[in-house]
């Protein structure tokens, strides 16, 4: 009962959201780089930082170092949706984010050998998740895929985190995906969805791990990983500026030289992430496990840009 009451409470606040975005004109208007062609209210992903507070006041102040992180990357991912701010700002904001964020976790207390390539991969999750925020429902629905499944293992396998805050994560995402999810959106997540969104899970994802000591569950992030990893790497090969914006992802390629509908292609990332996480679910051996869906995941990605190169080239 009391999720069903938080639902429709986000619904609300959503609601007057937008009302206030269309007010102050907080508007995502299309450009050369955009895969959309209308205007769109942005910030729309701010639910998943109002879920978190309501978590936060309601579930007994967890996870406090968390939260404070959180406030603090959505707030300047907020202020960035609205006016672009220097870059240099945004990443110092994400350093301290990322460091309440280890003082949670307990992560100080490990040698730096092992805190460093941490914290370089949770900084690479939630620039990746901002990455692949490019299409209508990518962010929502990977979300969901990723909590449902983190969901699942907290509750069949190993118990590693309160689990309502997996509900009320996911209680936010059946939000924001209502008015994102589907063939002209109603908002987008913004840089506050996206990288909130991407921190949420660093957290869960970094509990996980921490409690199980098993590193194989970064296949829950297994498709966005591979995409970014080797799109950085094939616009490396091209020479490209890779701190440019650019539409090189598969999922852009697919959605704009491709033509395929945005639903389409966010299903078929989800799809394929679920897929993931079912054999995750089902195997024994993990790491082993891990190895053939990244290689999987790697020839499909050159495969297709293959074919992607050779288009582009008879164009």
Known sequence: MIYILLLIVLFVLQFAYLRVARRFRIIDEPNERSLHTFSTLRGGGVIFYVGMLFNFLFDGFQYPWFFLGLTLIAAVSFVDDIQPQPARFRLLIHFVALALMFNQLNLFLFPWYYTLPVWVVFAYILNAYNFMDGINGITGGYSLVVAYALWHINN????????????TFIASLIVFNFFNFRRIAKCFAGDV?????????????????????????????????????????????????????HRMHVYQLMANELKIPHILVTFIYCLLQGLIVAGLVLVNDRYKY??????????????????????HQRI
């Open 156 to 167: 069949y396998q190993i118990s590693f985190v309160d689990n309502d805050l997996i509900y």
């Open 193 to 245: 969805g996206a990288i909130s969104a991407a921190f949420i899970l660093s957290l869960m994802l970094g509990l996980l791990v921490l409690k199980t000591g098993d590193l194989s569950y970064i296949v829950l992030l297994a498709v966005y990983g591979i995409d970014t990893v080797l799109t950085i790497i094939y616009r490396l090969i091209l020479k490209e500026n890779i701190f440019k914006a």
């Open 290 to 311: 891990d190895f053939i869906v990244i290689i999987f995941l790697s020839v499909f990605y050159v495969l297709f840009m293959k074919k992607y190169f050779h288009l």
